[in-house]
């Protein structure tokens, strides 16, 4: 699996090759996956009526599934639009799994499923009924602010985004920043699809707010290489605890970037700079912009900014070593109602080992599937596993899930209220 993903990797750079052929990449894996479920090993079971197989095979293959799965849709948004019905067929099958007694056929059926979908687009284009996707409007991919920071940082943030609404607007279309909400990811969508799709459908002005936090979380660290590679413009702040000698990585101190505790002078040149940027690029009415009010504003937020400080709890546990802070953020969400499918998925930036999962008391009754799972050995960030639930008269309309994971021997906890 790990071949042939560096092999698609690379295919993703290299404008030489076909969509036909990630097409045929992706068909040969699917039946080789369909391969590996025909070979699932059956357990002894006393149930009549029932298939039982060997739990390491279920997690093997259902993992490849998903992997196969997600990554397909990837490089069908790769080749058509997001409204392509074979886009829209393919993520139908995903969410509708069936998942009963017997793994083996559930599994068949599930790849056949999205096997056929792509088989067809394959022929579609070896015959040139479809093409690559293009913009449907033959100009540009309209521009869109993406601030790249670290949730300890959204005060700064917060503060940054006020003031780039007073130039731009408050246009969700626009900007994009996974800590405020109104600019962050919709429940339901998968996450690193969904920054991916920021990507494909708009030319990103990336921001950067860089402190001594950006540069310990890995997906900070992701953004910025993506950013990089996808050859987008790019401008930095540093937070007051920032110096430029820290800057590092591909997107270091050599580019644009504004310290907000530097010289007053400095700072307003260099904000005013990115408020000429903003305007031609968003190609606002310069006329009817308000610049006194934006002097306000400016000169505030370097006021307000400047005195922001980190956590000190924070920095005591960057000292100690030791010390344990919980990384991993485990959440259960309602992604699906036709079927019901909820997911459990880890949103931060750490491992959740041996996660285990709870429903409330009233919910004994009702059909789960899924469960058998849990207790999980681990399950690393932005990773997700789902439950299929089957409502029947009696069930709760809203109740509760209940998260258990550890981090370096210390156990954590989160509860979520899921609403069907």
């Known amino acids: 699996m790990n071949n042939s993903m560096e092999k698609l990797s690379r295919a993703y750079k290299n404008d030489d090759m076909e969509s036909i052929d990630l097409l045929k990449l992706q068909i040969e894996k699917g039946n080789k996956i369909l391969e590996d479920v025909s070979k699932m090993r059956e357990r002894p079971t006393n149930v009549i009526n029932m298939v039982a197989y060997v739990s390491e095979d279920v997690q093997n293959n259902r993992k490849a599934i998903n992997t196969w799965q997600y990554l397909t849709q990837d490089v069908l948004l790769t080749i058509y639009s997001e409204a392509d019905y074979h886009v829209n067929l393919f993520k139908d099958t995903i969410t509708a799994k069936n998942i009963g007694y017997n793994y083996q056929r559930e599994f068949t059926t599930e790849i056949n499923n999205g096997l056929s979908v792509l088989e067809s687009a394959y022929e579609s284009l070896k015959l040139g009924l479809t093409s690559r996707k293009t913009d449907n409007s033959g100009s540009a991919k309209p521009p869109k602010i993406f601030i790249s920071h670290k949730t300890e940082d959204k005060p700064f943030v917060n503060e940054l985004v006020k003031l780039i609404e007073f130039v731009i607007g408050s246009d969700p279309n626009k900007i994009f920043c996974s800590s405020i909400g109104g600019y962050d990811i919709k429940p339901g969508k998968e996450i690193l ?97 308000n610049q006194t009010r934006w002097e306000t504003l400016r000169n505030d937020f370097v006021a307000i900014t400047s005195l922001l ?109 899921i609403t069907i």
């Open 193 to 289: 699809n969904e920054l991916k799709r920021q990507f494909n459908d708009y030319e990103i002005l990336f921001l950067v707010v860089h402190s001594p936090r950006y540069y310990k979380s890995p997906v900070c660290l992701n953004e910025m290489g993506a950013s990089w590679v996808l050859g987008t413009k790019f401008i930095s702040f540093l937070t007051p605890d920032c110096e430029y000698p820290m800057l590092k990585g591909v997107i270091d101190g050599k580019y644009m970037s504004i310290k907000v505790n530097d010289a007053q002078d400095t700072v307003s040149s260099k904000l005013n700079s990115f408020k000429d940027y903003l305007l031609d690029v968003f190609s606002c009415d310069k006329e009817k912009f």
């Open 309 to 417: 400080k980190c956590d000190t709890r924070q920095n005591e546990e960057d000292k100690n070593e030791t010390s344990v802070k919980k990384k991993a953020d485990i959440q259960a969400e309602l992604i699906s109602k036709n079927p019901y499918v909820i997911s459990v998925i880890n949103r931060g930036e750490g491992v959740a080992k041996n996660l285990n999962i709870m429903l409330d008391k009233e919910c004994e009754g009702m059909l789960v599937s899924g469960l058998d799972h849990f207790p999980m050995e681990y399950l690393k960030p932005q990773h997700h596993i789902n439950l299929n639930i089957y409502p029947c008269i009696g069930d709760p309309e809203k109740f509760k899930i209940y998260s258990t994971w550890y981090e370096k021997d210390v156990k954590y906890e989160s509860e979520d209220i």
